[in-house]
């Protein structure tokens, strides 16, 4: 088994990764100098439950709008241009978030913006690793105590060995630094400094031939990540300042874990720092035997499927609405 690195061997990792030129370093090099801190590092590990829902959100030119499912999901890697987040050039990622206010806040929508906010319902359990979800980068993002999401503060599973004093301080060096990388916010034009988290994404998983040996613990797993059972990464939001999980998922995932329920074409009539108002001009939740969305030429609308029927209403976000039948399943728009 490899061994876990030093403390000394940590910090100076860390200390090359913040001095390096990140505008002229070549990505692989980046991991070259990331490796000490991929060794039998133990990492969260949440899990999204078959049912979940996820957003996506897509700008469009006004007087656009998707035509395929394809415009809706992740991009072709031709498309991919630039390092992102999880990727660098060329490599696609379903980038989405848990709250359809997040994810438009996450395509920097602005007054007069018109996006396209897609819903996809997870068919099959998704296994992630957590990157950024600690107390000090919450803190710093929402600039109030940390609201830690439930997955992070479960015990972990009995069979897994304590870590001693020495190995729980390095562990928690790492995890820390990993966070504040996912953190960052990145400007236009300075895209380069994406290059630590996007190698830290690669050896999580992204890149199939990682030899990294993160330990992804919770939820009664205890695996090495990567594989065919690592699905994405989970880390807060960075535009909405908000302990909000956003998800970056591998096409594979997308295609084999994720069902499309509806896209809703909006126009965002008021955005500030604090708000944001929109108003829908158009909704779909089909697609033909081409895989072309079939809009309504209206706004989605909940219905009553006969007289009496009784649904119990709950704001999920700003003019954002879940409706449940009496039963508790949910109802969609249609």
Not at 174 to 191: N, P, W
Not at 212 to 241: K, L, M, Q, W
Request: proline residues 6%.
């Amino acid at each position: 088994m490899t061994e876990r690195p030093t403390l000394e061997q940590v910090d100076s990792a860390i200390a090359a990764l913040k001095q390096a030129d990140l505008r002229a370093m070549e990505l692989a090099d980046v991991k070259v100098i990331l490796q000490p801190l991929t060794l039998q590092i133990r990492m969260r590990s949440p899990l999204l439950n078959k049912g979940a829902r996820l957003f996506r959100a897509r700008q469009f030119a006004s007087g656009e709008r998707p035509i395929l499912l394809a415009d809706i999901s992740f991009p072709p890697p031709e498309r991919v241009r630039s390092y992102q987040r999880v990727n660098p050039p060329g490599r696609p990622v379903f980038y989405c978030s848990e709250s359809f206010d997040v994810s438009l806040s996450e395509v920097g929508a602005a007054t007069g913006s018109v996006v396209a906010v897609s819903e996809w319902q997870v068919e099959r359990q998704l296994h992630f690793t957590d990157v950024g979800f600690s107390e000090n980068c919450l803190q710093t993002l929402t600039g109030r105590p940390a609201e830690m999401p439930a997955w992070a503060t479960e015990p972990l599973p009995h069979e897994l060995p304590p870590l001693d004093k020495e190995e729980d301080a390095v562990n928690r060096r790492v995890v820390e630094f990993l966070a504040e990388q996912f953190c960052v916010q990145v400007r236009s034009g300075d895209e380069h400094l994406y290059k630590v988290s996007v190698a830290i994404s690669e050896v999580l998983g992204f890149d199939p031939a990682s030899t990294g040996r993160f330990e992804a613990v919770g939820n009664d797993i205890g695996t090495n990540v990567g594989g065919s059972g690592f699905d994405g990464i989970t880390y807060p939001s960075v535009s909405c300042r908000a302990p909000v999980q956003n998800v970056a998922l591998r096409p594979h995932s997308v295609d084999s874990k994720l069902r499309f329920l509806n896209v809703g074409l909006v126009r965002v009539t008021h955005a500030d720092k604090s708000d944001m108002k929109f108003e829908e001009i158009d909704f779909a939740n089909s697609a033909n035997v081409a895989r072309e969305i079939e809009w309504k030429g209206r706004a989605g609308v909940f219905r009553t499927k006969k007289p009496g029927d009784t649904f119990r209403l709950t704001q999920t976000g700003v003019d954002r609405w879940s409706i449940t039948d009496i039963d508790g399943n949910r109802v969609d728009r249609e």
